[in-house]
């Protein structure tokens, strides 16, 4: 009997995993329609306890792609978080769903959910993480680069939210060098530096964490940032407007990056803010590749879940392990 996989941080894949998804990720994206890993249809169900639009787009397109069906939750729709536990939720969701996807806030809420859970839960965002974005991110810088071990990626922003930890884990877990820059008191936790510190020991990649942009920036092959808000603090938005000036990706920084050095955005976007209009919709900007790449590599990560947890019949088993190598 196989053990479910789940995926709530971006180490949840080994190195080698990684890359065999990511593999997958672009094998599948040839041919969209190839992989029925939820045929029936299975349903999945997709849980939003904060907004989305491309998260909820990606993971029910790819969900129907796979010949599934998505039950989309919207904030507040159940019961859950306010009338049933985790606990209880998930001990019913596993006798009916074949995969639980759920943006929600406390990193401890998914991982209670995972523990209950027979069927994979994967990490839709959390205060902490965000590593299906990172997938696609990922896979967006090989696309265009070739490779990602020994390239530099920069983060510039609020270090200290889950967009930098993501980029931190699965930019290391890939063997990059990864630059993340933010002000004095919005830098990553010892914890994730150390745990970041440590899979770079095993990868080859390289961890940089510094208030200075520059020394993020210099001959970066990619920059990346995030909103300075992020969804629950909204309530800190003036002082955060302040807070973080120094760190805007504008053309003047991109500069100091590789020549043609590759822009990324999660979005959504506050052109003027973290990034401006030139940058963003200009020639090095990559952003809507990226958005589109949260499709092919979350379809290619449900069907490597669901077969690594031996929850698929034997054709879908073949296709992804032909897809993998690559
Ligand atoms: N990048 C991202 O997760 O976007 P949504 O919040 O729209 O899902
Ligand atoms: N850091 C952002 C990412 C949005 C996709 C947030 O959590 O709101």
Known sequence: MSQTRHFLTDLDLSPEELDR??????????????VKALAGPQTAAVIFDKTSTRTRFSFSAGIAALGGHPEVINPGDSQLGHKESIADTAGVLERMVSLIIWRTYAQSGLEEMAVRSRVPVINALTDDYHPCQ?????LTIRERLGTLAGKSLAYLGDAANNMAN????????AGMDVRIAG????LPQERIIRTAEDRAAVTGGKVTITTDPDT???????VATDTWISMGQE????QRMQVF??????AKALAKAADAALVLHCLPAYRGAEITADVIDGPQSVVWDEAENRLHAQKALM?????ESGLTDDETVRLVREGERG
């Open 21 to 34: 998804v990511l593999n997958l990720a672009t094998w599948m994206k040839q041919r969209p329609y190839a």
């Open 134 to 138: 990172l997938l696609a991110d990922l």
């Open 166 to 173: 993501s980029y931190l884990l699965a930019g290391v877990n």
């Open 183 to 186: 002000p004095e008191g919005y």
């Open 216 to 222: 993020a920036l210099g001959g970066a092959d990619a």
């Open 235 to 238: 309530e800190q938005k003036d």
């Open 245 to 250: 000036g120094d760190y805007q990706v504008s």
């Open 303 to 307: 069907a490597w879940l669901l077969v």
